[in-house]
């Protein structure tokens, strides 16, 4: 394909040419992409010699390749950086990649040879990453209906083209609405309590709207310091409520489309066997069942509904004490919560916040993964990206290169809210057994300052931390095979990686070397860093019930046996008094906005994964604790080998006892929420 006039259709070896890469030319690129895939996957099923894992699975495994580096490029940045001409072509192809992966995994020809390895794979002799890759694809194919037949299989296939429409609608409609607004602040009265990093945020988000003054977005990095900081409450209001109704917007109405989207669901599942969503998505997860995920969720809910209440008699007494309305509302939280952790541990925001530059704490972890795994990490600048805030390093090993890590680091108009890992290419073994190096990109929606490093708060810290341990799971992946590389693990496995490598943003030593003061340069205080850690069970009550709510609606919601006519509305409003959410909590996610579950399968009956996986973290955690050492060699090494390398080469359970020698305890996730009784 070299010489190709469509850049997309060339291969490369270093990175996509992003200066070459027009929104146009996806479609024709696709249309080409598929052709050969579907051309491959024909030519594996005519094979006249009799099936064998090599001239099917690994064959399987390998083919696609033209299709798996346009579509990447291509979901990256519908991601990252979308403007209206690519969004439009994100909603042509949509219902088409679903329609080609249809077409892959219902055919017959093909399954039938896999089927046919499937059945004798005890007999063949195969190693246990062989093993898993069979397993893997079998369940892949009878998953997306290669067993059904007739119109039932013409249906699925439907669905999921369907589906793949309106889910990529629901998200577009949550980015339309945190794009348009604007909370527009424009005398000293409107900007009060503000601190200077706050304020030079709201004014850079100003200036890239081009309006004068001073501009609050619906990114997260500038809405909830604006909740947390600003003296006016009718401010924070009016801020809250945008907040919380994006996606039912007059212009943007995301009910109907998440209605559908249930249904379209619940059909899939009941053509599969399965009574309901939940079970078909809960049947290939670490946890099995609901009563499993009910199980774990149950542990937390009533002790953080507790701890709420308590948190509630601490606000109001801070209301009090400022002269405020004692009738806490969920726009005051925020607020009133960082006053009582100010006075509690001493801990000002506006004071910790400059030992924290974004520079300063991607070296922090930079150096982490070097103390941990031996990674070096060199930037590389003047290559062409697809956006100028986006840097590049190279990563490397013992002198060899071993992939190549992008951050993303800033929110924009055109681009997704949140924070995600992915990548531009997998790791894996080409033919003749050569590394395929990963290309990984983390993405986070921090605010731009104008002539100024870019200050994150604790929160912020954790976050870069959390999508950096998903890139070093896609970066330190060693396998052979690229559907069990990196992050292809079960949903609630890939959390474990990530959540794991947010606890060396609290390891001491690194605070002290990394936490230096934007302008004098002096290292962070002992004393701050005691308050930091000692602060970290400060409002768990708040978030475990914002997130448990979340986790249990989305459950609740998709173990629905008739989803045709829910009302989703009223269905959240009537789950949220049946559980009890606290009304001053509110909700993390409404459904409207709940891009998790709504703008993809991937969280659907499964935003209780972060849990499930701080339940493994957290208790893997305690291994470097009880070591006394969180950069014990031997534990390390361990880890990389069974966690950070392995990806879904071997079964997870086994896995993590492979690193562990036993089977995760919840205590350690209790402790850390402060939860545990006693």
């Not at 009533?302 to 009738?327: H, M, N, R, Y």
């Not at 919560?337 to 801990?347: I, Y």
């Not at 033919?431 to 104008?450: L, Q």
């Not at 080469?649 to 305890?665: T, V």
Request: glycine fraction near 8%; charged fraction near 25%.
């Amino acid at each position: 394909m070299t010489g190709h006039s469509n850049p997309l259709l060339r291969g490369w070896q270093a990175l996509p040419p992003f200066d070459e890469i027009r929104a146009e030319q996806f479609a024709p690129a696709f249309a080409e992409a598929f052709k050969q895939h579907l051309n491959e996957i024909d030519a594996l099923a005519d094979n006249p010699s009799a099936p064998t894992f090599d001239n099917t699975v690994a064959a399987f495994d390998a083919a696609g390749a033209t299709l798996d580096r346009v579509r990447l490029t291509f979901e990256n940045l519908c991601s990252s950086e979308a403007p209206p001409a690519l969004q439009a072509v994100e909603r042509e192809m949509a219902p088409l990649l679903a329609a080609h992966d249809s077409r892959v995994t219902l055919h017959a020809g093909f399954f039938a040879r896999l089927d046919t390895i499937h059945q004798q794979a005890d007999t063949l002799g195969l190693s246990e990453e062989q093993q898993r890759l069979l397993q893997r694809l079998h369940t892949d194919f009878v998953r997306a209906g290669a067993t059904l037949h007739g119109a039932d299989r013409e249906r699925f296939a439907a669905i999921a083209t369907r589906l793949a429409d309106r889910q990529t609608q629901f998200a577009q409609n949550v980015l339309a609405d945190e794009a348009a607004y604007q909370l527009r602040l424009s005398s000293e009265a409107d900007l009060a309590g503000l601190p200077e990093f706050l304020r030079q945020a709201a004014r850079g988000a100003a200036h890239e709207r081009g309006v004068d003054g001073y501009v609050i977005t619906l990114a997260r990095s500038l809405v909830q310091p604006f909740l947390t900081w600003s003296s006016r409450r009718d401010l924070r209001e009016a801020a809250w409520r945008a907040w919380t109704s994006r996606g039912e917007t007059a212009a943007r109405d995301n009910r109907p489309l998440a209605r559908e989207i249930l249904a379209l669901r619940q059909q899939q599942a009941r053509l599969l066997g399965y009574d309901h969503y939940a079970d078909y998505a809960l049947a290939d997860r670490m946890a099995g069942s609901a009563a499993a995920v009910h199980g774990l969720l149950a542990q937390v809910w009533e002790p953080a509904k507790a701890s709420v209440e308590e948190e509630l008699k601490a606000l109001a007494a801070q209301a009090s004490a400022l002269g405020e309305p004692t009738d806490i509302e969920p726009w005051d939280w925020y607020h009133l919560a960082e006053k009582v952790r100010a006075d509690r541990f001493a801990l000002d925001d506006a004071q910790v916040k400059p030992y924290f530059s974004l520079d300063a704490m991607q070296n922090a972890m930079f150096d982490c993964a070097g103390r941990l795994f031996g990674l070096e990490f060199v930037e590389q600048r003047g290559v062409p990206l697809y956006h100028p805030d986006v840097r590049l390093w190279e990563v490397r090993r013992g002198g060899e290169r071993v992939g190549v890590f992008i951050g993303d680091n800033y929110a924009r108009p055109n681009k997704q809210g949140g924070a995600w890992m992915s990548i531009y290419r997998r790791q894996k073994r080409d033919a003749g057994g050569g590394k395929v190096e990963p290309i990984v990109v983390n993405n986070t929606n921090f605010s731009r300052v104008e002539n100024g490093p870019t200050l994150l708060g604790f929160d912020d810290v954790r976050t870069l931390f959390h999508e950096f341990g998903h890139g070093l799971h896609g970066l330190l992946s060693d396998v052979t095979y690229g559907r069990l590389s990196g992050t292809n693990v079960p949903r609630d496995y890939v959390e474990l990686p990530s959540q794991l490598m947010e606890h060396w943003a609290t390891v001491p030593e690194v605070l002290a070397k990394h936490a230096r003061h934007v302008t004098t340069g002096e290292p962070i205080p002992a004393v701050l860093i005691e308050r930091i850690r000692a602060a970290q069970t400060f409002n768990q009550g708040f978030d475990t019930v914002a997130y448990t709510s979340s986790a249990l609606i989305d459950m609740a919601l998709h173990s629905q046996k008739d989803a045709d006519g829910i009302d989703i509305a009223r269905f959240e409003a009537e789950e949220r008094e049946r559980i009890g959410v606290p009304r001053e909590v509110g909700m993390r996610h409404r459904l409207p906005h709940f891009g998790h579950i709504f703008s993809g399968s991937y969280y659907a009956a499964g935003y209780y994964v972060y849990m499930w996986a701080e339940v493994l973290e957290a208790d893997a955690f305690d291994a470097f604790e009880e070591a006394g050492n969180a950069f014990d060699p031997a534990l390390a090494d361990r880890l990389q080998r069974q966690v950070y390398s392995a990806g879904d080469s071997r079964e997870q359970r086994a896995a993590y006892r492979a690193f562990r020698g036993r089977d995760p305890r919840a205590e350690s996730m209790l402790r850390k929420r402060g939860l545990l009784a006693g």
